[in-house]
């Protein structure tokens, strides 16, 4: 009886170790894999007063090859980063897009709601940050010159518990970050 249970220990302490080599292979793949392809990536971050009044800022992709940068197809994406206690329900964003290319610039007003009725969040998150995107331009060559400029025409007050905001470029088509849910939410 005791060869047989040697036998069922030796087994069970292989499979056992296995396992751990298998959750450490799992973790180096996951460690050294592309999960955010983001070309581009600037933020304006904010204290707990809220955007300054008159806040705007202009947001300039330089690329470090300009000839290849302009080959690509990208996606413009606005990200706003706010905390649970934000004052607003949405923020209410100019925006308005400029390249030497083009003679006119284009602009648009976001109303981004930030919270669902109920209260809860919409953003990604956890602990009481969260974070919330919109896709302003699907699959767009970047020209010489564009700039993205951002301004809100809400108050300080009214803002208080936005974090930041910021615009990150991609590659048309590529995936989006990878978000783990928090199920204490």
């Known amino acids: 009886m005791t060869h047989n249970s040697s ?10 170790s296995r396992l751990y080599g298998w959750i450490a292979i799992s973790f180096l793949i996951c460690g050294c894999a592309n999960i955010t392809p983001v070309e ?35 996606d413009v994406i606005l990200t706003v980063r706010y905390n649970s206690r934000c004052s607003s329900r949405n923020i209410i964003l100019d925006i308005e897009e400029f390249s030497l290319s083009n003679s006119e610039p284009d602009s648009l007003r976001i109303d981004m709601p930030l919270f669902y009725p109920d209260g809860r969040p919409l953003g990604i998150g956890n602990l009481g940050l969260y974070e919330i995107s919109d896709t302003l331009r699907r699959d767009i060559p970047i020209q010489e010159g564009y700039t993205i400029s951002v301004s809100t025409p809400l108050s300080s ?12 470029l991609s590659g048309s088509g590529e995936t989006t970050p990878l978000y783990i849910k928090n199920f204490f939410n």
């Open 40 to 74: 581009y990536s600037e933020f304006d971050y904010f204290g707990r007063e809220g955007i300054p009044s008159g806040w705007m800022r202009d947001f300039s992709p330089v690329p470090a090859d300009s000839a290849n940068f302009n080959r690509r197809m990208y």
């Open 7 to 16: 036998i069922l220990q030796s087994i069970l302490r292989s499979a056992g």
């Open 157 to 168: 007050k009214e803002t208080s518990g936005i974090n930041a905001i910021g615009i990150r």
